[in-house]
């Protein structure tokens, strides 16, 4: 079972772009609060945290690549109704 990702165990879960694009605002916000803190170890911790942010929206951008992919091969998801997944097995 998955927690977070839509499955069919779990309909109501969420595309795996929208939690990631969730993440990288969290990441962004807290980058923000200690951007102008000039000691090394914070500069350090920024800019590991510019570096995840490049990850991060890679990989939104690959999540919804491969959502646009099934949308046009086998047309909208129906996993929140109960549907049965578009590739794969259940």
């Not at 570096?51 to 046009?72: C, F, G, N, P, W």
């Not at 996993?79 to 997944?85: D, V």
Request: hydrophobic share 40%; proline share 4%.
């Amino acid at each position: 079972m998955t927690r977070f990702l839509v499955s069919d165990e779990n309909p109501g879960g969420y595309k795996l772009e929208d939690i990631l694009t969730v993440i990288r605002a969290d990441v962004l916000k807290r980058s923000s609060k200690v951007a102008l803190d000039e000691r090394p170890e914070a500069q350090h911790v920024v800019s590991n945290n510019m570096e995840v942010l490049q990850h991060l929206t890679r990989a939104i951008e690959l999540a919804k690549d491969s959502t646009r992919t099934l949308d046009k091969a086998f047309g909208p998801s129906k996993a929140f109704e109960g549907g049965a997944p578009r590739v794969g097995v259940a």
